[in-house]
């Protein structure tokens, strides 16, 4: 099992009390904390090697394209992808997923044709392909929920069909912590003749990830989610799929040539990475990969397990506590969105600040999930690699003093 108290010396922000309080952290689904070696990573290109990269030929510009393609070739790795060129790097997971909206969808899904997704998803996997079928004259289908918060394998098999195009499902809830069977998904998808992609921005962070076992064609996810800085995302599409696809911005480093008639474009990926890219931040990527890496993803994820399965065993002592989502811990991520009788989310939110934890409060980007849950917001307390078992007493005690405050 992992470390937890020497894992928590390499987290600076760590090493601080909140309102008087050890800062106990549990707010990794919404971001997670960084360790040192990928701060150091951004010091260290500012002070070492900031250039722009894939343009000149001086000795700081092709040091600083050897690290940035290097994270590219990291994250296939770490992703199981064959193929670095099948990796573009974007902002975010919301970033990827309008990326293949507009190059992909734009080009392929007409009047007529249906996007199927669920009503677990967060946000950034509905809302653009909303967008998309206002502009295609397309429909977007929502698979339904069982009671247990797994999505309906039946509701999904019904709703595809000859029409759909695209199937976009997340692989982990962020709110519910179900691990959805997504190969089976996938296999649905492609005997229909849909392509499939995967939000995976809560499962790459936290359990072994092999691109080629999802069955997907397009993957998804955020370095911030996975202990890397913000502002770098991940879209990973299977080899051919993206030299189908038109770009998603033009400007430079995204061109071949440039006429007053026309411009011709890049080879992938470079061509859907327009202008001066995020550097710095992609090269720590790297580092919180690297990082990661040494921790060892089974072992992540068997921390996690373990971790979640008492957390959820504890607060379930607590009289009138209701947790949404499956029950069994090894079919669920790191994630407990929980209910306190009586006293609104943002107020334990509040209360449980007051003792130094941070949780999450709100519809979590999810307001269709909230209305099948048919509540307004939960609390949410979401573990990584730096959580262990003294970091639930905390959020015990904060819940108690919450319920004895609103009594």
């Given at each position: 099992m992992l470390d937890i108290e020497r894992l928590r010396e390499d987290f600076p922000?760590?090493?601080?009390?909140?309102?008087?309080?050890?800062?106990?952290?549990?707010?990794?689904?919404a971001t997670t904390q960084k360790p040192r070696a990928v701060i150091d990573a951004l010091v260290n290109y500012y002070e070492t090697s900031n250039a722009n990269i894939h343009r000149g030929i001086h000795t700081l510009a092709q040091?600083?394209?050897?690290?940035?393609?290097?994270?590219?070739?990291?994250?296939?790795?770490?992703i199981g992808?064959?193929?670095?060129?099948?990796?573009?790097?974007?902002?975010?997971?919301?970033?990827?997923?309008?990326?293949?909206a507009h190059s992909w969808g734009d080009r392929f899904i007409g009047e007529g044709d249906e996007i199927v997704i669920s009503q677990m998803e967060h946000h950034s996997n509905i809302v653009p392909w909303q967008l998309l079928a206002a502009r295609a004259g397309a429909a977007v289908r929502f698979a339904s929920l069982t009671p247990d918060g797994h999505l309906d394998?039946?509701?999904?098999?019904?709703?595809?069909?000859?029409?759909?195009?695209?199937?976009?499902?997340?692989?982990?809830?962020?709110?519910?912590?179900?691990?959805?069977?997504v190969a089976e998904f996938a296999e649905m998808a492609h005997r229909a003749g849909a392509l499939f992609l995967l939000d995976a921005a809560q499962?790459?962070?936290?359990?072994p990830f092999d691109v080629r076992a999802t069955g997907a064609d397009f993957v998804a996810f955020s370095a911030h989610k996975m202990l890397g800085p913000t502002g770098v995302g991940v879209l990973w599409a299977r080899e051919g799929l993206?030299?189908?696809?038109?770009?998603?911005?033009?400007?430079?480093?995204?061109?071949?040539?440039?006429?007053?008639?026309?411009?011709?474009?890049a080879e992938v990926p470079h061509k859907f990475e327009a202008g001066t890219p995020n550097i710095a931040d992609v090269i720590a990527l790297g580092a919180a990969i690297e990082y990661l890496e040494a921790l060892g993803m089974d072992e992540v994820r068997r921390h996690e397990v373990a971790l979640t399965a008492y957390a959820m065993d504890t607060l379930e002592r607590i009289p009138g506590l209701a947790i949404h989502g499956p029950r069994d811990p090894e079919g669920r991520g790191g994630v407990v969105s929980f209910e306190v009788p009586g006293v609104h989310p943002h107020d334990m939110a509040t209360i449980a600040d007051g003792h130094g934890v941070a949780i999450r409060a709100g519809h979590h980007c999810a307001q269709l999930l909230m209305?099948?849950?048919?509540?307004?917001?939960?609390?949410?307390?979401?573990?990584?690699?730096?959580?262990g078992e003294d970091d639930i007493a905390p959020l015990v005690e904060a819940i108690e003093h919450a319920r004895k405050v609103f009594a």
């Amino acid at each position: 099992m992992l470390d937890i108290e020497r894992l928590r010396e390499d987290f600076p922000i760590l090493h601080q009390r909140v309102n008087g309080h050890r800062l106990v952290y549990l707010d990794s689904a919404a971001t997670t904390q960084k360790p040192r070696a990928v701060i150091d990573a951004l010091v260290n290109y500012y002070e070492t090697s900031n250039a722009n990269i894939h343009r000149g030929i001086h000795t700081l510009a092709q040091r600083a394209t050897e690290q940035y393609e290097g994270t590219r070739a990291k994250v296939a790795r770490f992703i199981g992808a064959s193929n670095p060129e099948d990796v573009v790097f974007t902002r975010n997971t919301t970033e990827s997923i309008n990326l293949v909206a507009h190059s992909w969808g734009d080009r392929f899904i007409g009047e007529g044709d249906e996007i199927v997704i669920s009503q677990m998803e967060h946000h950034s996997n509905i809302v653009p392909w909303q967008l998309l079928a206002a502009r295609a004259g397309a429909a977007v289908r929502f698979a339904s929920l069982t009671p247990d918060g797994h999505l309906d394998v039946d509701s999904l098999r019904a709703l595809i069909g000859p029409r759909t195009k695209l199937v976009s499902l997340m692989h982990m809830s962020n709110v519910l912590g179900t691990i959805n069977p997504v190969a089976e998904f996938a296999e649905m998808a492609h005997r229909a003749g849909a392509l499939f992609l995967l939000d995976a921005a809560q499962s790459v962070p936290h359990l072994p990830f092999d691109v080629r076992a999802t069955g997907a064609d397009f993957v998804a996810f955020s370095a911030h989610k996975m202990l890397g800085p913000t502002g770098v995302g991940v879209l990973w599409a299977r080899e051919g799929l993206l030299e189908e696809m038109d770009p998603f911005m033009g400007g430079g480093d995204m061109i071949a040539t440039v006429r007053e008639e026309a411009s011709t474009w890049a080879e992938v990926p470079h061509k859907f990475e327009a202008g001066t890219p995020n550097i710095a931040d992609v090269i720590a990527l790297g580092a919180a990969i690297e990082y990661l890496e040494a921790l060892g993803m089974d072992e992540v994820r068997r921390h996690e397990v373990a971790l979640t399965a008492y957390a959820m065993d504890t607060l379930e002592r607590i009289p009138g506590l209701a947790i949404h989502g499956p029950r069994d811990p090894e079919g669920r991520g790191g994630v407990v969105s929980f209910e306190v009788p009586g006293v609104h989310p943002h107020d334990m939110a509040t209360i449980a600040d007051g003792h130094g934890v941070a949780i999450r409060a709100g519809h979590h980007c999810a307001q269709l999930l909230m209305r099948q849950l048919r509540v307004p917001a939960t609390s949410r307390a979401s573990f990584s690699v730096y959580n262990g078992e003294d970091d639930i007493a905390p959020l015990v005690e904060a819940i108690e003093h919450a319920r004895k405050v609103f009594a």
